[in-house]
């Protein structure tokens, strides 16, 4: 016999229960999904026989409504009752930014009790991966403006405490976002616990210029989660273009690392994931370089 039709402790069957449920027993939090969406840019130079270095940019959207209007947020909005989180996500990336069909993941789910000033909010938080040259952003009708943000990212403090069965980790991160005559700014503390594995981790917004909501921290682990995933998956691929030469490649994971590495490693490193063809770069100034595309196939090989 199916589980459906078996009875409970009153008596009921399942379709008896459900047909009989008052789904206002419990209080509904509200659910919103908010997008962390990275890039890569080229910075402005002088001297044209050199490659342009390259600037890890976030968008963010200008509050036109409270709370915090004004301020700097990420894209994001409500879940609606009858759409999945991922529906949601990529319904208010299209209506907050214009943009559309790009990579995206889910990150991490957000449920502090007064994170939000309106009401109980628990927020899903997304990334996304897109190559700025091939997509056009504009504000949506909630948002005063969208713009890319060059994003810093800096550890400034860092301290270990013994505790009887493990130990606990802090460390502050220094987040500074920049676009024209526009400044932003916030500080995290990130707090792991440890007894043999990681037993909790604590994010926590000491400070937050320019910022609305708690999206300082949001942003924090974005960028830790991006800067993991890049040395295991090819998640770096969708901020690259179609073709592109190995070394505008290792600039930007040296531009998300926020270090530098060796050619002859990275090119080791990188070479199954890569195929070469028989286009090279026109630039000025430049010896010609070889261009290559991503080999999606390439585990398989």
């Keep these: 016999m199916s589980d459906r039709y078996s009875l409970d402790h009153q008596g009921l069957t399942e379709q008896q229960f ?28 002088d001297n ?15 509050r036109g409504e409270h709370p915090f209007m004004g301020q700097w947020a990420l894209p994001g909005g409500f879940v609606g009752m009858k759409e999945s989180l991922d529906e949601a996500a990529a319904r208010e990336l299209r ?27 628990i927020s899903t938080s997304y990334m996304a991966l897109v190559d700025s040259s091939t997509q056009q952003v504009r504000a949506g009708e909630d948002a005063q403006d969208a713009r890319w ?3 810093n990212y800096r550890i400034m403090q860092e301290t270990k405490t013994h505790l009887p069965d493990g130990c606990r980790l802090e460390k502050e991160v220094h987040i500074h976002l920049r676009h024209q005559d526009i400044e932003l700014s916030g500080v995290v503390k990130v707090t792991r616990t440890y007894c043999g594995t990681i037993t ?24 830790e989660r991006l800067r993991s995933k890049i040395e295991y998956t090819d998640i770096v691929f969708n901020l ?21 590495l060796l050619a002859p ?7 199954p994931r890569v195929m070469a063809t028989n286009e090279y770069t026109r630039d ?18």
């Design 95 to 121: 209506s907050e930014t214009g943009l559309n069909e790009i990579y995206m993941e889910q990150l991490y789910t957000w449920g502090e009790v007064e994170r939000d000033p309106r009401t109980r909010v």
């Design 149 to 151: 943000f060059e994003l």
């Design 48 to 62: 044209y026989r050199k490659l342009p270095d390259k600037s890890l940019q976030l968008l963010l959207i200008q």
């Design 265 to 271: 490693a990275f090119r080791r490193k990188i070479a």
């Design 240 to 260: 690259m273009p179609p073709l592109f030469t190995l070394s505008a490649l290792q600039q930007v994971y040296e531009t998300i690392l926020d270090r530098e």
């Design 284 to 301: 000025a100034g430049h010896r010609p370089s070889q261009l290559y595309r991503f080999r999606p196939e390439w585990e398989d090989a």
């Design 200 to 223: 909790g981790v604590e994010w926590e917004v000491l400070q937050s210029e320019g910022i609305g909501f708690d999206h300082a921290k949001m942003i924090a682990y974005g960028v």
């Design 18 to 45: 459900l047909d009989q449920y008052d789904a206002g027993i419990y209080e509904r939090p509200s659910v919103t999904a908010d997008m962390l969406i990275f890039t890569i840019t080229d910075q402005e130079q």
